[in-house]
């Protein structure tokens, strides 16, 4: 299974102007804040400490696009969440996710749920207006080493039930690698490689 070993950060965008141009094929990674979004995309890449799960403070409202070949990026969504997070910021975050999804090179999103709190009111938005904008979206349960077998069974078919028909879900761990071929082959079926 084809990693990407040579991954870098190509922009940290604060303004969708600031987007690389529009071609090739993208894949968007979004959580609440906390989820394991970055542990998630560092263990599919490839790369250790590519999106850091360490958060720059202040860097942490920025769209960052990473190339992972020439013509195939990730882009990693602001993780959203904080109850603290006032309007400005929410209407920072949407005008960029809504630039982000008019782009013809967005292929899909992958969705990173913390396994324990499961899809939570926010998730379920941001997979409504995916769908709304036909982007597929593929729901990562993180951090499932943390659960017993029949807790993973409970939050995988509570996860399916809470998305239906719009989205689908797997297990994943950045720890134990629960789910690892099955995350990168999605991600190689959307960027085609
Ligand atoms: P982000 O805020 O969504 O980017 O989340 P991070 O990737 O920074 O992870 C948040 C916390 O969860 C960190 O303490 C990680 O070490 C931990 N974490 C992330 N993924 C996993 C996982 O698969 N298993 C376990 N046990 N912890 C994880």
């Known amino acids: 299974m084809s990693i990407y070993h040579r991954a870098e950060l190509l922009v940290s965008a604060a303004h969708a102007r600031q987007f690389p141009p529009d071609l090739g094929a993208e894949v968007a990674f979004a ?7 970055s542990s998630a995309i560092n263990a599919i890449v490839g ?3 590519l999106a850091r799960t360490s958060k720059t403070p202040g860097r942490t409202r920025l769209l960052n696009f990473f190339e992972l070949d020439p013509g195939a990026r990730i882009v990693d969504l602001p993780g959203f969440g904080y109850a603290a997070a006032g309007a400005e910021e929410r209407a920072g975050w949407e005008s960029m996710t ?9 292929r899909g999103l992958f969705l990173v749920v913390d396994s324990r709190r499961g899809v939570l009111a926010r998730d379920q938005e941001l997979i409504a207006w995916a769908s709304a904008m036909n982007c597929p979206v593929h729901v990562l349960l993180s951090k499932t080493d943390k659960l017993k077998r029949a807790e993973l069974a409970g939050a995988l078919a509570a996860a399916r ?3 239906a028909q719009r989205a689908t879900v797997q297990a994943f761990s950045a720890v134990d690698g629960t ?4 995350a990168r082959k999605q991600l190689n079926q959307w960027i085609k490689k």
Do not use: F, I, P
């Open 161 to 163: 039930r809470a998305t």
């Open 98 to 106: 809504t630039a982000l999804s008019q782009r013809a090179a967005l």
């Open 31 to 37: 959580g609440r804040s906390n989820a394991g979004k």
């Open 179 to 182: 789910g690892l071929d099955e």
């Open 47 to 49: 790369r250790r400490g």
